[in-house]
């Protein structure tokens, strides 16, 4: 009888925790080094809102579930000087706001530097996104939405920039379908600032996209790191992560 009770003590107990992993809400990170995370903690505060947490979880370099700390990119986006990014600052703000969402994974695959045709289907970057999304459902939870954070390189040119919207269009349809989720929903950060001749048109391109459950967050006024210019301070990037989490919420997808 005692053997029968705790045997199904412990089967609940396995039962729970598998659903708990089941229940994982998972974003994939992607995009350019803001996304990926270029800010640096020079004078050792570390804001609150870069805290770990044990309910704030990455998909390591090693395709395994850990506890999320920055860099978020260590190993992923490789030969860049990854620091500080918009990912946990948007988990923390979620957890913050909606203290039912369980458990959040954090899914790195942002690679500094890139065009948006890096991104295009059958490249390396495109395959390893489809492939580190795939497996981190498989590893437990369920897909909720892909933060795009990307666009500083096509405004360099006035070509890419005309393309840019098409090419958008065309990756995150390429993307759903590759990994089985035809309606995911896309957060498309509107690039700002920016030194490309063609930031405007980047801006139109982003923000005339025309497909369901894609939504844009405007990167305006989000602070960048004085001495650079082009990426986001700490301060820069926890206001991303907020906009992210509140337009995520707000959504309601
Ligand atoms: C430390 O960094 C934070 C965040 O970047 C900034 O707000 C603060 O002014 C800095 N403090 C000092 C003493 O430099
Ligand atoms: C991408 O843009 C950045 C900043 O504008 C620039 O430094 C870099 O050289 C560009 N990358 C390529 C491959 O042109
Ligand atoms: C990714 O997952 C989808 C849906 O399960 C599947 O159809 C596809 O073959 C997978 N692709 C890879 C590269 O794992
Ligand atoms: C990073 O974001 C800032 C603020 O929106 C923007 O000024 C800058 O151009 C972005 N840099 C890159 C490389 O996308």
Redesign the pocket.
């Known amino acids: 009888m005692g053997e029968n009770l705790s045997f199904l003590a412990i089967s609940f107990l396995l039962l729970s925790l598998l659903s708990a992993n089941e229940d994982k809400s998972i974003f994939i990170l992607a995009g350019q080094s803001n996304m990926s995370g270029r800010a640096r903690d020079y004078n050792n505060t570390k804001p609150p809102e870069f805290h770990p947490n044990p309910q704030i979880l990455m998909f390591d370099a090693n395709q395994r579930w850990v506890t999320a700390k920055d860099p978020l990119h260590l190993g992923i986006d490789v030969g860049r000087p990854v620091g500080f990014g918009p990912g946990i600052p948007f988990a923390n703000a979620l957890l913050e706001w909606d203290p039912c969402i369980g458990t959040i994974g954090l899914v790195p695959c942002a690679h500094g530097?890139t065009f948006l045709s890096d991104w295009s289907k059958g490249t390396p970057h495109y395959n390893q996104l489809v492939i580190r999304s795939n497996a981190s459902s498989e590893a437990g939870g369920r897909i909720r939405a892909m933060l795009w954070y990307q666009g500083?390189?096509d405004s360099?040119t006035l070509q890419n920039a005309q393309l840019y919207r098409g090419r958008l269009e065309k990756f995150i349809t390429d993307f759903r379908a590759d990994i089985g989720m035809p309606d995911l929903p896309v957060f498309v950060v509107v690039l700002a600032s920016g030194?490309?001749k063609y930031k405007d048109k980047i801006r139109e391109a982003q923000m005339g996209i025309k497909l369901r459950n894609v939504i844009t967050v405007d990167g305006k006024g989000a602070e960048v790191k004085p001495l650079d210019v082009?990426h986001l301070s700490l301060a820069g990037a926890i206001d991303i992560g907020k906009r992210l989490a509140s337009a995520f919420l707000y959504a309601n997808l």
Do not use: H, I, S, W
């Open positions: 530097e500083e390189n360099l030194l490309g082009v």
